[in-house]
Protein backbone atom coordinates (compact mmCIF):
# COMPACT_ATOMS: atom_id res chain seq x y z
CA UNK A 1 0.00 0.00 0.00
CA UNK A 2 1.14 3.67 -1.08
CA UNK A 3 0.38 6.55 1.59
CA UNK A 4 0.35 10.31 1.22
CA UNK A 5 3.45 10.30 3.71
CA UNK A 6 5.04 7.53 1.02
CA UNK A 7 4.77 9.83 -1.57
CA UNK A 8 5.92 12.86 0.01
CA UNK A 9 8.78 11.34 1.22
CA UNK A 10 9.81 10.85 -2.20
CA UNK A 11 13.10 13.91 -2.29
CA UNK A 12 13.18 13.99 -5.88
CA UNK A 13 9.80 15.71 -6.39
CA UNK A 14 10.42 17.67 -3.35
CA UNK A 15 6.68 18.10 -2.47
CA UNK A 16 5.72 20.14 0.46
CA UNK A 17 3.49 19.41 3.14
CA UNK A 18 0.96 22.20 4.13
CA UNK A 19 -1.62 20.24 6.28
CA UNK A 20 -1.37 16.35 6.98
CA UNK A 21 -4.00 14.71 8.95
CA UNK A 22 -4.38 11.64 7.95
CA UNK A 23 -0.85 10.61 6.07
CA UNK A 24 -1.39 7.13 5.73
CA UNK A 25 -4.25 7.65 4.23
CA UNK A 26 -4.04 4.81 1.21
CA UNK A 27 -2.72 6.57 -2.51
CA UNK A 28 -4.75 4.77 -5.24
CA UNK A 29 -4.08 6.66 -8.17
CA UNK A 30 -2.91 10.83 -9.10
CA UNK A 31 -5.52 12.46 -10.78
CA UNK A 32 -4.95 15.98 -12.56
CA UNK A 33 -8.00 18.84 -12.80
CA UNK A 34 -8.37 22.44 -12.76
CA UNK A 35 -12.40 21.98 -12.68
CA UNK A 36 -14.41 23.96 -9.74
CA UNK A 37 -15.92 20.47 -8.95
CA UNK A 38 -13.54 17.41 -10.56
CA UNK A 39 -15.55 14.83 -7.43
CA UNK A 40 -18.32 13.35 -10.80
CA UNK A 41 -15.17 11.99 -12.45
CA UNK A 42 -13.42 10.77 -9.46
CA UNK A 43 -13.49 7.10 -7.63
CA UNK A 44 -11.75 7.68 -4.35
CA UNK A 45 -8.42 7.22 -3.28
CA UNK A 46 -6.79 9.60 -5.50
CA UNK A 47 -4.31 12.40 -4.99
CA UNK A 48 -5.67 15.77 -7.08
CA UNK A 49 -2.92 17.61 -8.70
CA UNK A 50 -4.28 21.29 -9.49
CA UNK A 51 -2.95 24.71 -10.09
CA UNK A 52 -6.34 26.57 -9.13
CA UNK A 53 -6.36 28.11 -12.86
CA UNK A 54 -10.62 29.00 -11.38
CA UNK A 55 -10.09 29.72 -8.65
CA UNK A 56 -7.75 32.93 -8.41
CA UNK A 57 -10.12 35.02 -6.69
CA UNK A 58 -11.73 32.59 -4.05
CA UNK A 59 -11.97 32.93 -0.49
CA UNK A 60 -14.83 31.53 1.20
CA UNK A 61 -15.39 29.11 -1.86
CA UNK A 62 -12.14 26.98 -0.25
CA UNK A 63 -14.27 25.72 2.10
CA UNK A 64 -16.72 23.61 0.01
CA UNK A 65 -14.53 22.85 -2.69
CA UNK A 66 -12.41 21.05 0.47
CA UNK A 67 -16.06 19.35 1.47
CA UNK A 68 -16.47 18.21 -2.04
CA UNK A 69 -13.38 16.40 -2.03
CA UNK A 70 -13.45 15.18 1.12
CA UNK A 71 -16.70 13.69 0.36
CA UNK A 72 -15.39 12.49 -2.45
CA UNK A 73 -12.80 10.12 -0.55
CA UNK A 74 -9.87 11.90 -2.32
CA UNK A 75 -6.59 11.27 -0.17
CA UNK A 76 -4.91 14.61 -0.74
CA UNK A 77 -5.16 17.70 -2.56
CA UNK A 78 -1.68 18.38 -4.15
CA UNK A 79 -1.64 22.68 -5.22
CA UNK A 80 0.62 23.88 -7.70
CA UNK A 81 2.16 26.98 -7.07
CA UNK A 82 4.24 29.55 -8.87
CA UNK A 83 1.90 29.95 -11.01
CA UNK A 84 -1.77 30.77 -9.95
CA UNK A 85 -0.86 31.19 -6.35
CA UNK A 86 2.51 31.87 -5.47
CA UNK A 87 1.80 30.24 -1.84
CA UNK A 88 -1.20 28.27 -0.83
CA UNK A 89 -3.67 30.35 -0.03
CA UNK A 90 -4.81 30.52 4.09
CA UNK A 91 -8.32 30.30 3.47
CA UNK A 92 -7.85 27.00 1.73
CA UNK A 93 -4.95 25.44 4.53
CA UNK A 94 -7.96 26.60 7.12
CA UNK A 95 -10.27 24.61 5.34
CA UNK A 96 -8.12 21.38 5.15
CA UNK A 97 -7.03 22.03 9.05
CA UNK A 98 -10.92 21.85 9.95
CA UNK A 99 -11.84 19.40 8.13
CA UNK A 100 -8.75 16.97 8.64
CA UNK A 101 -7.68 17.20 5.03
CA UNK A 102 -4.30 16.06 3.20
CA UNK A 103 -2.96 19.84 1.78
CA UNK A 104 0.82 19.65 0.60
CA UNK A 105 2.60 22.38 -2.24
CA UNK A 106 4.11 20.95 -5.79
CA UNK A 107 6.77 23.32 -6.42
CA UNK A 108 7.02 24.93 -10.07
CA UNK A 109 9.95 22.73 -10.89
CA UNK A 110 7.73 19.65 -10.36
CA UNK A 111 5.82 18.55 -13.21
CA UNK A 112 2.77 16.73 -12.36
CA UNK A 113 3.33 14.10 -15.03
CA UNK A 114 6.79 12.91 -12.58
CA UNK A 115 4.07 13.22 -9.80
CA UNK A 116 1.69 10.81 -11.36
CA UNK A 117 4.76 8.60 -13.16
CA UNK A 118 6.38 8.31 -9.41
CA UNK A 119 3.15 7.63 -7.67
CA UNK A 120 2.58 5.01 -10.63
CA UNK A 121 5.36 3.30 -10.28
CA UNK A 122 5.34 2.85 -6.06
CA UNK A 123 1.59 1.33 -6.47
CA UNK A 124 3.15 -1.10 -8.86
CA UNK A 125 5.70 -1.87 -6.71
CA UNK A 126 3.91 -1.92 -3.43
CA UNK A 127 0.72 -4.24 -5.36
CA UNK A 128 4.35 -6.18 -6.61
CA UNK A 129 5.06 -6.74 -2.87
CA UNK A 130 1.84 -7.51 -1.81
CA UNK A 131 1.61 -10.52 -4.65
CA UNK A 132 4.95 -11.43 -3.58
CA UNK A 133 4.06 -11.53 0.36
CA UNK A 134 0.79 -13.06 -0.25
CA UNK A 135 2.45 -16.16 -2.18
CA UNK A 136 4.81 -16.59 0.04
CA UNK A 137 2.37 -16.53 3.14
CA UNK A 138 0.14 -19.09 0.86
CA UNK A 139 3.76 -21.57 0.37
CA UNK A 140 4.37 -21.21 3.82
CA UNK A 141 0.73 -21.57 5.36
CA UNK A 142 -0.03 -24.71 2.93
CA UNK A 143 3.10 -26.39 3.75
CA UNK A 144 2.42 -26.46 7.27
CA UNK A 145 -1.01 -27.32 6.78
CA UNK A 146 0.36 -30.35 5.08
CA UNK A 147 3.78 -30.88 6.96
CA UNK A 148 2.03 -31.16 10.25
CA UNK A 149 -0.84 -32.73 11.12
CA UNK A 150 -2.46 -30.40 14.18
CA UNK A 151 -3.81 -26.86 13.46
CA UNK A 152 -2.26 -25.07 16.38
CA UNK A 153 1.00 -24.93 13.95
CA UNK A 154 -0.81 -23.11 11.06
CA UNK A 155 -2.67 -20.67 13.84
CA UNK A 156 1.25 -20.21 14.89
CA UNK A 157 2.78 -19.70 11.49
CA UNK A 158 -0.59 -17.16 10.78
CA UNK A 159 0.55 -15.25 13.93
CA UNK A 160 3.62 -14.80 13.05
CA UNK A 161 2.89 -13.70 9.13
CA UNK A 162 0.97 -10.46 10.07
CA UNK A 163 3.41 -10.07 13.31
CA UNK A 164 0.05 -9.54 15.65
CA UNK A 165 -1.83 -12.61 17.16
CA UNK A 166 -4.11 -15.52 16.33
CA UNK A 167 -6.76 -17.89 17.73
CA UNK A 168 -9.58 -20.93 17.06
CA UNK A 169 -12.00 -20.58 19.48
CA UNK A 170 -15.40 -22.11 20.00
CA UNK A 171 -18.97 -21.39 19.38
CA UNK A 172 -18.90 -20.54 23.08
CA UNK A 173 -15.80 -17.87 22.38
CA UNK A 174 -13.09 -20.10 24.35
CA UNK A 175 -9.76 -20.22 22.76
CA UNK A 176 -9.11 -24.20 20.95
CA UNK A 177 -5.37 -23.47 19.49
CA UNK A 178 -3.94 -20.41 21.27
CA UNK A 179 -3.41 -17.56 21.33
CA UNK A 180 -0.07 -17.30 19.58
CA UNK A 181 1.96 -14.47 18.57
CA UNK A 182 4.07 -11.76 19.74
CA UNK A 183 0.92 -9.56 20.26
CA UNK A 184 -1.41 -11.69 22.36
CA UNK A 185 -2.19 -8.92 24.97
CA UNK A 186 -4.03 -6.95 22.15
CA UNK A 187 -5.91 -9.92 21.10
CA UNK A 188 -8.73 -9.53 23.81
CA UNK A 189 -10.97 -12.59 24.01
CA UNK A 190 -13.69 -11.26 25.68
CA UNK A 191 -13.90 -9.03 22.57
CA UNK A 192 -13.94 -11.96 20.34
CA UNK A 193 -16.42 -13.94 22.28
CA UNK A 194 -19.04 -11.12 22.10
CA UNK A 195 -18.22 -10.81 18.45
CA UNK A 196 -18.59 -14.73 17.71
CA UNK A 197 -22.47 -14.63 19.66
CA UNK A 198 -23.45 -12.05 17.78
CA UNK A 199 -22.55 -13.28 14.42
CA UNK A 200 -22.72 -17.15 14.94
CA UNK A 201 -26.29 -17.41 14.13
CA UNK A 202 -24.98 -15.94 10.55
CA UNK A 203 -23.32 -19.01 9.74
CA UNK A 204 -20.72 -19.38 7.19
CA UNK A 205 -21.20 -15.76 5.84
CA UNK A 206 -20.57 -14.47 9.01
CA UNK A 207 -17.21 -12.55 9.35
CA UNK A 208 -16.38 -9.11 12.25
CA UNK A 209 -13.85 -6.79 12.40
CA UNK A 210 -12.97 -4.05 14.46
CA UNK A 211 -10.24 -1.63 14.70
CA UNK A 212 -8.30 0.03 17.89
CA UNK A 213 -5.81 2.48 17.94
CA UNK A 214 -3.04 -0.46 18.14
CA UNK A 215 -4.38 -2.53 15.22
CA UNK A 216 -7.16 -4.34 13.98
CA UNK A 217 -9.01 -7.81 15.27
CA UNK A 218 -10.67 -9.71 12.14
CA UNK A 219 -13.12 -12.80 13.30
CA UNK A 220 -13.83 -15.49 10.56
CA UNK A 221 -15.84 -18.85 10.49
CA UNK A 222 -14.31 -22.21 9.65
CA UNK A 223 -16.15 -25.22 8.28
CA UNK A 224 -17.54 -25.69 4.78
CA UNK A 225 -20.50 -26.70 6.04
CA UNK A 226 -23.68 -24.99 7.02
CA UNK A 227 -22.69 -24.72 10.65
CA UNK A 228 -19.43 -23.36 11.61
CA UNK A 229 -16.86 -25.88 13.82
CA UNK A 230 -15.12 -22.88 14.93
CA UNK A 231 -14.17 -19.18 14.62
CA UNK A 232 -10.57 -17.70 13.64
CA UNK A 233 -9.68 -14.77 15.14
CA UNK A 234 -6.25 -12.67 14.07
CA UNK A 235 -5.31 -9.46 15.59
CA UNK A 236 -2.76 -7.11 13.07
CA UNK A 237 -0.97 -4.51 14.43
CA UNK A 238 -1.31 -1.03 12.78
CA UNK A 239 -3.53 -1.05 10.03
CA UNK A 240 -4.08 -4.66 8.16
CA UNK A 241 -2.89 -4.45 4.27
CA UNK A 242 -3.77 -6.81 1.65
CA UNK A 243 -1.33 -8.82 2.19
CA UNK A 244 -2.68 -9.68 5.66
CA UNK A 245 -6.01 -9.98 4.42
CA UNK A 246 -5.04 -12.63 1.99
CA UNK A 247 -2.97 -14.29 4.34
CA UNK A 248 -6.11 -14.49 6.83
CA UNK A 249 -8.26 -15.68 3.93
CA UNK A 250 -5.55 -18.48 3.33
CA UNK A 251 -5.11 -19.59 6.52
CA UNK A 252 -9.28 -19.90 7.35
CA UNK A 253 -9.36 -21.83 3.71
CA UNK A 254 -6.70 -24.05 5.10
CA UNK A 255 -8.08 -24.58 8.29
CA UNK A 256 -11.63 -25.09 7.38
CA UNK A 257 -10.65 -27.98 5.09
CA UNK A 258 -8.47 -29.31 8.17
CA UNK A 259 -11.45 -29.20 9.96
CA UNK A 260 -13.67 -30.72 7.19
CA UNK A 261 -11.17 -34.11 7.15
CA UNK A 262 -11.24 -34.03 10.91
CA UNK A 263 -15.42 -34.03 10.37
CA UNK A 264 -15.45 -36.58 7.69
CA UNK A 265 -12.58 -38.77 10.31
CA UNK A 266 -14.91 -38.10 13.28
CA UNK A 267 -18.14 -39.08 11.42
CA UNK A 268 -16.50 -41.98 10.51
CA UNK A 269 -15.14 -42.99 13.94
CA UNK A 270 -18.48 -42.48 15.18
CA UNK A 271 -20.03 -45.10 12.88
CA UNK A 272 -17.72 -47.71 14.43
CA UNK A 273 -17.88 -46.43 18.10
CA UNK A 274 -21.63 -46.82 17.56
CA UNK A 275 -21.37 -50.53 16.06
CA UNK A 276 -19.35 -51.31 19.13
CA UNK A 277 -21.68 -50.14 21.27
CA UNK A 278 -24.41 -51.97 19.78
CA UNK A 279 -22.64 -55.09 19.78
CA UNK A 280 -22.05 -54.26 23.72
CA UNK A 281 -25.70 -54.48 24.38
CA UNK A 282 -25.91 -57.67 22.77
CA UNK A 283 -23.02 -58.59 24.87
CA UNK A 284 -20.86 -59.89 21.87
CA UNK A 285 -17.51 -58.24 23.45
CA UNK A 286 -15.04 -60.00 21.77
CA UNK A 287 -16.56 -58.08 18.43
CA UNK A 288 -16.76 -55.13 19.98
CA UNK A 289 -13.03 -55.24 20.66
CA UNK A 290 -12.53 -55.81 16.91
CA UNK A 291 -14.65 -53.00 15.42
CA UNK A 292 -12.74 -50.27 18.51
CA UNK A 293 -9.57 -51.17 17.30
CA UNK A 294 -10.24 -49.68 13.56
CA UNK A 295 -11.11 -46.45 15.13
CA UNK A 296 -8.96 -43.38 16.19
CA UNK A 297 -10.19 -43.81 19.58
CA UNK A 298 -7.09 -43.32 22.37
CA UNK A 299 -7.72 -43.27 26.16
CA UNK A 300 -9.87 -44.75 28.56
CA UNK A 301 -12.20 -45.85 26.31
CA UNK A 302 -9.88 -47.48 23.61
CA UNK A 303 -9.67 -50.20 26.07
CA UNK A 304 -12.83 -51.84 27.59
CA UNK A 305 -13.23 -52.03 31.40
CA UNK A 306 -13.78 -55.30 32.76
CA UNK A 307 -16.75 -54.07 34.87
CA UNK A 308 -19.11 -51.40 33.31
CA UNK A 309 -21.82 -49.00 34.00
CA UNK A 310 -23.60 -48.03 31.11
CA UNK A 311 -25.42 -44.50 30.91
CA UNK A 312 -28.54 -43.71 29.28
CA UNK A 313 -29.22 -39.91 28.05
CA UNK A 314 -31.77 -38.23 26.26
CA UNK A 315 -32.16 -33.94 25.68
CA UNK A 316 -32.37 -31.87 22.32
CA UNK A 317 -30.83 -33.02 19.57
CA UNK A 318 -28.07 -29.80 19.54
CA UNK A 319 -28.20 -30.69 23.52
CA UNK A 320 -27.58 -34.65 22.54
CA UNK A 321 -24.71 -33.76 20.14
CA UNK A 322 -22.72 -31.36 22.44
CA UNK A 323 -22.98 -34.01 24.92
CA UNK A 324 -21.60 -36.68 22.50
CA UNK A 325 -18.72 -34.08 21.91
CA UNK A 326 -18.24 -33.44 25.56
CA UNK A 327 -17.86 -37.39 26.05
CA UNK A 328 -15.53 -37.94 23.05
CA UNK A 329 -13.02 -35.03 24.22
CA UNK A 330 -12.69 -37.49 27.18
CA UNK A 331 -12.20 -40.38 25.08
CA UNK A 332 -15.28 -42.00 26.34
CA UNK A 333 -16.96 -44.32 24.42
CA UNK A 334 -20.41 -43.04 23.28
CA UNK A 335 -23.40 -42.83 20.79
CA UNK A 336 -26.30 -42.04 19.67
CA UNK A 337 -29.12 -44.68 19.41
CA UNK A 338 -32.88 -43.46 18.64
CA UNK A 339 -32.08 -39.85 19.87
CA UNK A 340 -30.80 -41.29 23.21
CA UNK A 341 -27.24 -40.83 24.49
CA UNK A 342 -25.47 -43.99 25.41
CA UNK A 343 -21.89 -43.96 26.80
CA UNK A 344 -19.89 -47.01 28.24
CA UNK A 345 -18.22 -46.07 31.28
CA UNK A 346 -15.96 -47.75 34.21
CA UNK A 347 -17.69 -48.77 37.46
CA UNK A 348 -16.98 -45.83 38.93
CA UNK A 349 -18.54 -42.82 36.92
CA UNK A 350 -17.01 -40.05 38.93
CA UNK A 351 -18.96 -36.98 37.70
CA UNK A 352 -19.50 -37.72 33.91
CA UNK A 353 -23.16 -37.54 35.05
CA UNK A 354 -23.48 -34.34 36.03
CA UNK A 355 -21.50 -33.05 33.10
CA UNK A 356 -24.01 -34.33 30.79
CA UNK A 357 -26.94 -32.78 33.32
CA UNK A 358 -25.09 -29.50 32.81
CA UNK A 359 -25.82 -29.66 29.13
CA UNK A 360 -29.29 -30.01 30.15
CA UNK A 361 -29.78 -33.68 29.32
CA UNK A 362 -31.67 -36.37 31.35
CA UNK A 363 -29.03 -38.67 32.58
CA UNK A 364 -29.96 -42.61 33.86
CA UNK A 365 -26.94 -44.58 35.18
CA UNK A 366 -27.28 -48.45 35.53
CA UNK A 367 -26.33 -50.90 37.46
CA UNK A 368 -22.16 -51.62 37.42
CA UNK A 369 -21.97 -55.43 35.90
CA UNK A 370 -19.41 -57.31 34.05
CA UNK A 371 -18.40 -56.35 30.53
CA UNK A 372 -19.83 -59.10 29.17
CA UNK A 373 -23.24 -58.42 31.03
CA UNK A 374 -23.58 -54.88 29.50
CA UNK A 375 -27.16 -55.26 28.66
CA UNK A 376 -28.27 -55.83 32.13
CA UNK A 377 -26.40 -52.68 32.66
CA UNK A 378 -27.90 -50.71 29.62
CA UNK A 379 -31.66 -51.71 30.47
CA UNK A 380 -31.23 -51.01 34.64
CA UNK A 381 -29.72 -47.67 33.06
CA UNK A 382 -33.39 -47.28 30.76
CA UNK A 383 -35.32 -47.71 34.57
CA UNK A 384 -33.46 -44.85 36.03
CA UNK A 385 -33.65 -42.79 32.72
CA UNK A 386 -37.40 -43.27 32.99
CA UNK A 387 -37.28 -42.02 36.93
CA UNK A 388 -35.49 -38.64 36.33
CA UNK A 389 -37.42 -35.20 35.90
CA UNK A 390 -37.05 -31.46 36.17
CA UNK A 391 -36.17 -31.99 39.71
CA UNK A 392 -34.07 -34.82 39.30
CA UNK A 393 -32.32 -34.73 35.86
CA UNK A 394 -29.97 -37.52 37.00
CA UNK A 395 -30.87 -41.04 38.95
CA UNK A 396 -29.45 -44.06 39.77
CA UNK A 397 -29.73 -47.52 39.42
CA UNK A 398 -28.68 -47.94 43.10
CA UNK A 399 -30.63 -44.83 43.92
CA UNK A 400 -33.71 -46.93 43.14
CA UNK A 401 -32.76 -49.84 44.28
CA UNK A 402 -32.06 -47.92 47.70
CA UNK A 403 -35.59 -46.64 47.52
CA UNK A 404 -37.36 -50.06 46.99
CA UNK A 405 -39.78 -50.76 44.50
CA UNK A 406 -41.60 -47.21 45.01
CA UNK A 407 -38.13 -45.87 43.07
CA UNK A 408 -38.18 -48.39 40.05
CA UNK A 409 -42.25 -47.41 39.32
CA UNK A 410 -41.47 -43.83 39.80
CA UNK A 411 -43.82 -41.18 42.40
CA UNK A 412 -46.46 -40.67 39.67
CA UNK A 413 -47.00 -44.20 38.26
CA UNK A 414 -46.75 -45.67 41.96
CA UNK A 415 -49.90 -43.08 43.02
CA UNK A 416 -51.84 -44.03 39.84
CA UNK A 417 -51.42 -47.72 40.15
CA UNK A 418 -51.83 -47.15 44.32
CA UNK A 419 -55.00 -45.16 44.02
CA UNK A 420 -56.54 -47.46 41.57
CA UNK A 421 -56.06 -50.27 43.83
CA UNK A 422 -57.28 -49.44 47.04
CA UNK A 423 -60.07 -47.40 45.32
CA UNK A 424 -62.84 -49.85 46.77
CA UNK A 425 -61.14 -49.31 50.02
CA UNK A 426 -60.76 -44.85 50.11
CA UNK A 427 -64.50 -44.51 51.74
CA UNK A 428 -63.33 -46.77 54.82
CA UNK A 429 -60.13 -45.32 56.85
CA UNK A 430 -60.30 -47.99 59.18
CA UNK A 431 -60.16 -50.88 56.77
CA UNK A 432 -57.03 -49.17 55.68
CA UNK A 433 -56.07 -48.80 58.97
CA UNK A 434 -56.52 -52.90 59.15
CA UNK A 435 -55.18 -53.83 55.74
CA UNK A 436 -51.62 -51.49 56.98
CA UNK A 437 -51.42 -53.47 60.22
CA UNK A 438 -51.80 -56.52 58.98
CA UNK A 439 -49.39 -56.01 56.28
CA UNK A 440 -46.97 -54.83 58.76
CA UNK A 441 -47.41 -57.67 61.20
CA UNK A 442 -46.66 -60.08 58.43
CA UNK A 443 -50.25 -61.69 58.41
CA UNK A 444 -50.37 -62.07 61.87
CA UNK A 445 -53.88 -61.40 63.29
CA UNK A 446 -53.34 -61.73 66.76
CA UNK A 447 -50.23 -58.92 66.42
CA UNK A 448 -53.06 -56.88 64.34
CA UNK A 449 -55.60 -57.49 67.11
CA UNK A 450 -53.28 -56.09 70.04
CA UNK A 451 -52.16 -52.86 67.84
CA UNK A 452 -55.64 -52.36 67.13
CA UNK A 453 -57.06 -52.92 70.36
CA UNK A 454 -59.55 -54.96 69.29
CA UNK A 455 -60.81 -58.77 69.09
CA UNK A 456 -59.05 -61.09 66.95
CA UNK A 457 -62.29 -62.16 64.80
CA UNK A 458 -62.78 -58.36 63.91
CA UNK A 459 -59.35 -58.47 62.57
CA UNK A 460 -60.55 -61.57 60.59
CA UNK A 461 -63.83 -60.72 59.05
CA UNK A 462 -61.77 -57.42 58.18
CA UNK A 463 -59.46 -59.00 56.64
CA UNK A 464 -61.77 -61.05 54.59
CA UNK A 465 -64.21 -58.02 53.60
CA UNK A 466 -61.45 -56.54 52.21
CA UNK A 467 -60.81 -59.23 50.35
CA UNK A 468 -63.48 -59.51 48.80
CA UNK A 469 -63.31 -55.61 47.75
CA UNK A 470 -60.08 -55.93 46.29
CA UNK A 471 -61.16 -59.17 44.99
CA UNK A 472 -57.69 -61.06 45.60
CA UNK A 473 -56.61 -63.16 48.98
CA UNK A 474 -53.26 -62.19 51.09
CA UNK A 475 -52.37 -66.04 51.24
CA UNK A 476 -50.93 -65.52 47.92
CA UNK A 477 -47.15 -63.14 48.48
CA UNK A 478 -48.00 -61.11 45.45
CA UNK A 479 -51.46 -60.04 46.98
CA UNK A 480 -49.48 -58.88 49.83
CA UNK A 481 -46.93 -57.01 47.59
CA UNK A 482 -49.57 -55.35 45.55
CA UNK A 483 -51.51 -54.55 48.99
CA UNK A 484 -47.95 -53.05 50.72
CA UNK A 485 -46.82 -50.65 47.32
CA UNK A 486 -50.25 -49.58 47.09
CA UNK A 487 -50.43 -48.52 50.41
CA UNK A 488 -47.46 -46.76 50.49
CA UNK A 489 -47.56 -44.85 47.51
CA UNK A 490 -51.46 -43.74 47.57
CA UNK A 491 -52.26 -39.99 47.55
CA UNK A 492 -53.10 -38.68 51.26
CA UNK A 493 -56.63 -37.61 51.48
CA UNK A 494 -57.28 -34.11 51.81
Not at 84 to 113: A, I, K, M, W, Y
Not at 273 to 284: C, F, N
Not at 358 to 363: E, I, K, R, Y
Not at 407 to 433: K, R, V
Request: proline share 4%; with cysteine.
Amino acid sequence: MVTVGDLLAVPELALAPVHLSPAGAEVRWVATSELVDPTPYLEGGEVLLTTGLETAEWAEEWQEYVERLVGAGVAALGLGVGLTHERTPESLRQSCEDLGFNLFEVPRRTTFVAVSRTAASMIETARGNVARRALDAQRILTRAALEVADEATLVRRLASLVDGAATIVTRDGEPIDGPFGSRTDDLVLDDVRSAVERIQAQGLRAAASSSSVTGSTIIRPLGVRSRPEAWLAVFVPGLSSDADRLAIATAGSLLSLSLERRHERRATDRQLRSRAVELLLADDVRTARIVLEATALTGAGAKLPTEVRMIRARGTREQTEDALALLEDQHILATILDGELIAVLRARVDDIPHQLANVGLQVGVGRAMPLPQSSISYDTAGHALAATGRTAPVRTWDDLIDTGVIGLLGTEQAAAFANSYLAPLAADPILLETLATFLRHHGSRGDTATELGVHRNTVRNRITHIETLLTTSFEDPQSRVNAWVALQSRTPSK
